[in-house]
Every structure is written in structure tokens, then in C-alpha cells.
């Protein structure tokens, strides 16, 4: 017999099973590959499956862990985690606490990068319009690592171009986790400032790892703040990250940048002024010309020479419309003059006489026609009541009793309606029409 006492409870062999878990040296660190199940996005920490073909496991990922992601993930995605098995005592269920995860069969970054891209589009801004650049930018902002050759490049080329353009450096983090917090808290600074004509924004090349910097969401966002046009030149030719997406021109290199956003030589811009001064003088010129013809025209217009003709037509309506105002006045006078003359017929003795006399003769008919339907329904009211007078009496007790019938009582003025309400020896009262007679109950027979 088995005491209470070696009976355990719930929580202790939940506690006792967590210790094996978590003190198993297989279980601490499990690498383990699945599908992602049950999965909802969450503020804090997250809750979903791992699943395949024959078995599936809890998981949970807390939010330190989660936000070191570089992707989403998303219901269906195949994905490889590592982390320690261990167990919730509440409900006594096994789970996977993942530590790290990416996704099977392709890179964690290029499938950020992908989300990111289609997030973006979805919203329309990379579909946005474009900000032209300036031709002749007089300050120029340039967000890269002051130490590489990108800032050479981009001094060289506008020194050697357009050496009137100022270029101001501002110097960031290009590569590493620092990278994008870097660059949003320059291009913050740019936007703060806001005297600048444009914006170059790049690094040399490298990796994806090596230029994803370029690839953060937040540093799309700051771009995207900015007031003037921003050139990208991120990476090779080749490598095309978010920020080229955003920016408003991308370029190759950083000669293609700085070419972009300043002239080609100083000679050809002066070359381009004098130029835009002739064109300029020419379509002044013209302008004057056509004015002045203009000018004569309107001079010999016949509003200037003769300028009563511009009222001829208006005083020509005048006197039309005074006519037809005479017209309508004289057919409303005309009209009321009409029912005026038909009011004093209505109102003349002898038509007062003519309806005197026809209301007097329709009185006279309705009174006899009254007094006729109150013969005729008094008449029908009076035969109505003889015939329920006759329909009473021929129901009257007094009548039935007159052809024969009686009734019984007893002593006391009772109605004996039954053979049960006789009994032998008492007195019973007959009721006649004409009187009563006392008897006796001698017998009683009930009938068979």
C-alpha cells in the first residue's frame, strides 16, 4: 500500500523534468532545420513551430535574440536555428529557445534584402518622382568614410571641372554594425542644415556583409528625408543595394557622381552662358517685337476709333426689351381688366337673385329628402323591435310553462335539476303557470 505522502505533485515532476532538461549536455546547444509554423509577428518576444513531415516542436525566440535578425520570418519558410531545448513548467511542454536563425538554402541578407525591397516598392517609392539634379551646384554634401578613395576621387573630378562648387564632407562609418547609425545621423545632419544643392552618398566596393550598411531600412528612410537630390554610388557597377534604389540618380563610381552633379569644364559653361545670353537676348528681342505688333493692332482696333459702336448693340436691346416690357404690361392690364368684368357679372342682382333661388329650391329638395329617410328608417326600427318582442316572448319561462311544462324546487326554493337532488320523505313545490302543488317523495328510480 502505497502512502500519500510518495504520491508527487504536478509542479514537482514538472521541476524534475526541467532539471533534466536543462542539465543535459545534448540539449543545450541543438542545431535543428524546419518550417516555420504558427508564426505572428509580435512586439516582444516570439512565439511559433518548427515543424516537418512527422513531428513538429514549440519555439520561442526572445526579443534580444529576434531583433538581431536580418530577415523576417515568415509562415512555410525553411529555416536552420540553434538554440537549447528545455521545458515550461506551467504546461509541462518541451520547446526549442532559439538563439540564431537564417534560412535554408539562402542567405539571411539576401533575403532581408529581398523583403526590404518589396516592402518598399509596395509603398510606391521607388516608383517615386525623381529630383533633377543641379547643373551648377555651388555646395555639394558627400556622406563616406574620410579616409577612402571615394572622397579623393569626388574632389579630384569637381576640382578638375567645376572648381567653384564646394564640396562639404561628412565623415561616417561605411561598413560594420556601426555603419547605418553612422550614415543616418550624417545625412540628419545634411537635412538640419539644409544649404546644400545636392547630396553624394557612397563607399568603394565590397561584399554584401561589406555593404549592407546600404541595404538598412533606416538609412532608406533618411535619404528619403532629404530636401534636395541625393546621387548614390555605392559598390561596383555591379552591386545595386537599396540606397540606389532610393536615391534620385545612381552612380557607378565616384568620377560618375561628381560628374553628375557638376558641369563638364569650366570653359564649356562660360561657352553655355554666353549662349543662353544670346538665345536669351533673341527671344527678348522677339518678345518686344510682338508686343509692340500687338500694341499697333489694339491701336487700330475699332474699340480705340470707334469706341460708340461698342454700346450700339446694347442700346439696340434696350429698346427691345422696353418694347416687350410694354407689351407684357399691357396683356396683364388687359387680363385683370378680363376678371374684373367677370366678377361684377357674378356679383350683379340678378345673377345674386339666380343663385338665391337655385340654393333655396336644393334646400327644399334635401329637407324632403330627409324626411323621408327618417319615415323610412323609423318604420324599419319599429318592425326591427316587433320582431325581437315576438323572438323574447316565444323564449319567455311564462310561455314554455303555458304549454305544459313545469319545474321542481324543494322547500327552500332550490332547483332540482337531477334525480340526485330528490331524496325520499322531503316535500318537493311543482311549478305550474298557473300555481304550484306540494308533494311528497315516496320513491326513486334512476334510469338504466
Same mark, same amino acid.
Given at each position: 500500500?502505497?502512502?500519500?505522502?510518495?504520491?508527487?505533485?504536478?509542479?514537482?515532476?514538472?521541476? *524534475?523534468?526541467?532539471?533534466?532538461?536543462?542539465?543535459?549536455?545534448?540539449?543545450?546547444?541543438?542545431?535543428?532545420?524546419?518550417?516555420?509554423?504558427?508564426?505572428?509577428?509580435?512586439?516582444?518576444?516570439?512565439?511559433?513551430?518548427?515543424?516537418?513531415?512527422?513531428?513538429?516542436?514549440?519555439?520561442?525566440?526572445?526579443?534580444?535574440?529576434?531583433?538581431?535578425?536580418?530577415?523576417?520570418?515568415?509562415?512555410?519558410?525553411?529555416?536552420?536555428?540553434?538554440?537549447?531545448?528545455?521545458?515550461?513548467?506551467?504546461?509541462?511542454?518541451?520547446?526549442?529557445?532559439?538563439?540564431?536563425?537564417?534560412?535554408?538554402?539562402?542567405?539571411?541578407?539576401?533575403?532581408?534584402?529581398?523583403?526590404?525591397?518589396?516592402?518598399?516598392?509596395?509603398?510606391?517609392?521607388?516608383?517615386?518622382?525623381?529630383?533633377?539634379?543641379?547643373?551648377?551646384?555651388?555646395?555639394?554634401?558627400?556622406?563616406?568614410?574620410?579616409?577612402?578613395?571615394?572622397?579623393?576621387?569626388?574632389?579630384?573630378?569637381?576640382?578638375?571641372? *567645376?572648381?567653384?562648387?564646394?564640396?562639404?564632407?561628412?565623415?561616417?562609418?561605411?561598413?560594420?554594425?556601426?555603419?547605418?547609425?553612422?550614415?543616418?545621423?550624417?545625412?540628419?545632419?545634411?537635412?538640419?542644415?539644409?544649404?546644400?544643392?545636392?547630396?553624394?552618398?557612397?563607399?568603394?566596393?565590397?561584399?554584401?556583409?561589406?555593404?549592407?550598411?546600404?541595404?538598412?531600412?533606416?538609412?532608406?528612410?533618411?535619404?528619403?528625408?532629404?530636401?534636395?537630390?541625393?546621387?548614390?554610388?555605392?559598390?561596383?557597377?555591379?552591386?545595386?543595394?537599396?540606397?540606389? *534604389?532610393?536615391?534620385?540618380?545612381?552612380?557607378?563610381?565616384?568620377?560618375?557622381?561628381?560628374?553628375?552633379?557638376?558641369?563638364?569644364?569650366?570653359?564649356?559653361?562660360?561657352?553655355?552662358?554666353?549662349?543662353?545670353?544670346?538665345?536669351?537676348?533673341?527671344?527678348?528681342?522677339?518678345?518686344?517685337?510682338?508686343?509692340?505688333?500687338?500694341?499697333?493692332?489694339?491701336?487700330?482696333?475699332?474699340?480705340?476709333?470707334?469706341?460708340?459702336?461698342?454700346?450700339?448693340?446694347?442700346?439696340?436691346?434696350?429698346?427691345?426689351?422696353?418694347?416687350?416690357?410694354?407689351?407684357?404690361?399691357?396683356?396683364?392690364?388687359?387680363?385683370?381688366?378680363?376678371?374684373?368684368?367677370?366678377?361684377?357679372?357674378?356679383?350683379?342682382?340678378?345673377?345674386?337673385?339666380?343663385?338665391?333661388?337655385?340654393?333655396?329650391?336644393?334646400?327644399?329638395?334635401?329637407?324632403?329628402?330627409?324626411?323621408?329617410?327618417?319615415?323610412?328608417?323609423?318604420?324599419?326600427?319599429?318592425?326591427?323591435?316587433?320582431?325581437?318582442?315576438?323572438?323574447?316572448?316565444?323564449?319567455?319561462?311564462?310561455?314554455?310553462?303555458?304549454?305544459?311544462?313545469?319545474?321542481?324546487?324543494?322547500?327552500?326554493?332550490?332547483?332540482?335539476?337531477?334525480?340526485?337532488? *330528490?331524496?325520499?320523505?322531503?316535500?318537493?313545490?311543482?311549478?305550474?303557470?298557473?300555481?304550484?302543488?306540494?308533494?311528497?317523495?315516496?320513491?326513486?328510480?334512476?334510469?338504466?
Amino acid at each position: 500500500m502505497v502512502e500519500a505522502s510518495e504520491y508527487l505533485t504536478v509542479s514537482t515532476l514538472s521541476q *524534475y523534468l526541467k532539471r533534466k532538461f536543462d542539465l543535459d549536455p545534448y540539449l543545450a546547444k541543438v542545431y535543428l532545420t524546419g518550417e516555420v509554423s504558427n508564426f505572428r509577428l509580435r512586439p516582444g518576444h516570439q512565439y511559433f513551430s518548427l515543424k516537418d513531415d512527422h513531428a513538429k516542436i514549440k519555439a520561442v525566440m526572445f526579443k534580444g535574440a529576434f531583433g538581431k535578425l536580418k530577415f523576417r520570418p515568415e509562415e512555410g519558410m525553411k529555416v536552420m536555428v540553434v538554440g537549447r531545448v528545455t521545458m515550461y513548467e506551467a504546461f509541462g511542454d518541451y520547446q526549442i529557445v532559439i538563439e540564431q536563425m537564417e534560412p535554408d538554402g539562402v542567405g539571411a541578407l539576401y533575403q532581408a534584402l529581398e523583403q526590404l525591397k518589396q516592402k518598399l516598392q509596395a509603398e510606391g517609392i521607388f516608383n517615386r518622382p525623381k529630383r533633377p539634379l543641379p547643373r551648377f551646384a555651388r555646395r555639394v554634401a558627400v556622406v563616406t568614410s574620410p579616409s577612402g578613395a571615394v572622397i579623393q576621387d569626388i574632389m579630384t573630378t569637381v576640382a578638375r571641372r *567645376y572648381p567653384l562648387t564646394q564640396i562639404v564632407l561628412f565623415p561616417a562609418v561605411v561598413q560594420g554594425d556601426q555603419a547605418a547609425p553612422s550614415l543616418v545621423a550624417q545625412l540628419q545632419k545634411i537635412r538640419a542644415l539644409a544649404n546644400f544643392d545636392a547630396v553624394i552618398i557612397g563607399r568603394g566596393g565590397g561584399s554584401i556583409e561589406d555593404l549592407w550598411p546600404f541595404n538598412e531600412e533606416s538609412v532608406a528612410r533618411a535619404m528619403l528625408d532629404l530636401p534636395m537630390p541625393i546621387v548614390s554610388s555605392v559598390g561596383h557597377e555591379t552591386d545595386t543595394t537599396i540606397a540606389d *534604389y532610393v536615391a534620385d540618380a545612381r552612380a557607378a563610381t565616384p568620377t560618375a557622381a561628381a560628374e553628375l552633379v557638376t558641369p563638364v569644364t569650366l570653359v564649356d559653361t562660360l561657352t553655355f552662358l554666353q549662349q543662353s545670353q544670346t538665345r536669351l537676348s533673341t527671344a527678348m528681342t522677339n518678345r518686344i517685337r510682338q508686343q509692340q505688333e500687338m500694341l499697333k493692332r489694339l491701336q487700330q482696333s475699332v474699340v480705340l476709333t470707334q469706341p460708340q459702336r461698342l454700346y450700339e448693340q446694347y442700346a439696340q436691346n434696350v429698346d427691345q426689351l422696353r418694347v416687350r416690357l410694354g407689351n407684357a404690361m399691357l396683356q396683364r392690364l388687359s387680363d385683370a381688366q378680363h376678371r374684373v368684368g367677370l366678377a361684377k357679372q357674378r356679383l350683379s342682382p340678378t345673377q345674386l337673385q339666380q343663385r338665391l333661388t337655385l340654393q333655396q329650391q336644393q334646400l327644399t329638395n334635401l329637407s324632403q329628402r330627409l324626411q323621408r329617410s327618417t319615415q323610412t328608417l323609423l318604420q324599419s326600427r319599429r318592425q326591427q323591435l316587433q320582431t325581437t318582442i315576438e323572438a323574447l316572448d316565444y323564449l319567455s319561462p311564462l310561455k314554455i310553462l303555458s304549454r305544459g311544462y313545469t319545474f321542481v324546487t324543494d322547500e327552500h326554493d332550490a332547483m332540482l335539476k337531477g334525480i340526485g337532488d *330528490y331524496h325520499t320523505g322531503e316535500n318537493a313545490i311543482i311549478h305550474a303557470h298557473d300555481g304550484q302543488a306540494v308533494v311528497q317523495i315516496k320513491e326513486i328510480k334512476h334510469n338504466e
